[in-house]
């Protein structure tokens, strides 16, 4: 059986706060034996970088009351008894309904939404006070079939190269699975639908210098053996694990920040709740400083409609979200399209 409450101080930008974790000893890590006390000391033990990278965004909590073998939900607003520390946004979806959503502004915030049994945390990649202008441009490497981690290592470096062509600096970290995030901090005066657009036309110039290596194509049939550019993290209400998120996969991994010179050696299966706060505590946060020099996603946008230009056009959208401008017609990805 779970054991009683107990408390935790969690020091912050307002002082400390006592939290309260009820249950401490469920298990959320069957593999690892790590609990629910072992997930909250996590979260405060990183909680300056973590508020840094996720914190002054709308954020959507995925919950696992039963730990992570057991049943899931997403939440998004506010539940009632929150504490008043916890604010909300409204921010607007993409069926063009409005609803308030969580923001996190201290690591108290954190340990709470982990009191709440959260395991996986996916901020918005727009601030609380401009939800509808991301300030960063996020593209998700994920290895298809066939492929791993060492094969998005590649794909990630000539990325980088790319958007330094565009004029942006890119950061890098792991999914915590096998994939890479590769992030780049802009301005906010573009709304989603733009920056998509970015999104593309950096995927499209990627594809183009590594064709046997990296792959756009939204339907898995047609992808192969390479590493996908997910374009569609790029939209509005899509989002991916935030910096120093946990993951719910059975070693306990972490979506971890590194230096570009860490990446080629790096392992993320080494990257975990039990390793991540002694490396921030020896290695620092590469992630930092990452908002100090947005950049503009003018010249991505001039590739954009270059390759508008050419025949190329839109990309698919995910089923779920309204039809857009130009947008092709659309099947689930995972399902073979009808032959004409």
């Known amino acids: 059986m779970a054991g009683k409450a107990t408390t935790l101080t969690v020091p ?21 034996g790590l609990t629910k006390l072992d997930l909250a000391h996590y ?25 992570i073998d057991g049943e899931q939900f997403f939440s998004k607003n506010p539940p009632k008894g929150a504490p008043d520390f916890i ?24 340990v709470w939404a982990v009191q709440m049994n959260t395991v996986v945390f996916h901020p918005w990649p727009s601030r609380a006070e401009n939800t509808d202008n991301p300030d960063q441009l996020r593209i998700d490497l994920d290895p298809q079939p066939g492929t791993d981690f060492d094969d998005a290592v590649p794909a990630a470096l000539e990325l980088r190269a790319v958007l330094a062509e565009a004029g942006l600096e890119a950061f890098i970290k792991t999914s915590g699975n096998r994939g890479l995030h590769v992030y780049a901090p802009i301005t ?21 210098r590594m064709p046997e290596h ?17 374009f569609n993290q790029a939209n509005r209400d899509r989002t991916i694990a935030g910096a120093y998120s946990p993951r719910a996969l059975p ?88 032959k004409d």
């Open 87 to 110: 604010r909300a946004v409204t921010v607007t979806y993409p069926s063009a309904r409005s609803h308030p959503q969580l923001v996190l502004d201290e690591p108290a915030a954190a």
């Open 188 to 208: 906010a005066d573009h709304e989603f639908l733009d920056v998509r657009h970015a999104v593309i036309a950096a995927a499209r110039e990627l594809e183009r």
């Open 12 to 32: 912050g930008p307002h002082g400390e706060r006592e939290m309260r974790i009820s249950s401490p000893d469920r298990v959320l890590w069957t593999e690892q």
């Open 214 to 230: 990296v792959t756009t194509a939204w339907w898995k049939e047609e992808r192969g053996q390479k590493i996908f550019v997910d």
């Open 251 to 338: 070693h306990a991994p972490v979506s971890t920040p590194l230096r570009w010179d860490e990446l080629e050696k790096a392992d993320p299966r080494k990257f975990t709740v039990l390793t991540v706060p002694e490396r921030l505590r020896t290695v620092g946060d590469p992630w930092a400083d990452m908002g100090a020099n947005p950049g503009s996603i003018d010249v991505l946008l001039q590739w954009w409609q270059r390759d508008v230009d050419a025949g190329l056009g839109e990309m698919p959208f995910p089923p779920d979200y309204p039809k857009m401008p130009g947008e092709p017609m659309r099947v689930q990805p995972s399902r073979a399209r009808k």
């Open 43 to 67: 979260v405060a033990e990183v909680g300056n970088a973590f508020i840094t990278a996720n914190g002054d965004r709308p954020v959507s909590l995925q919950r696992f009351p039963e730990g």
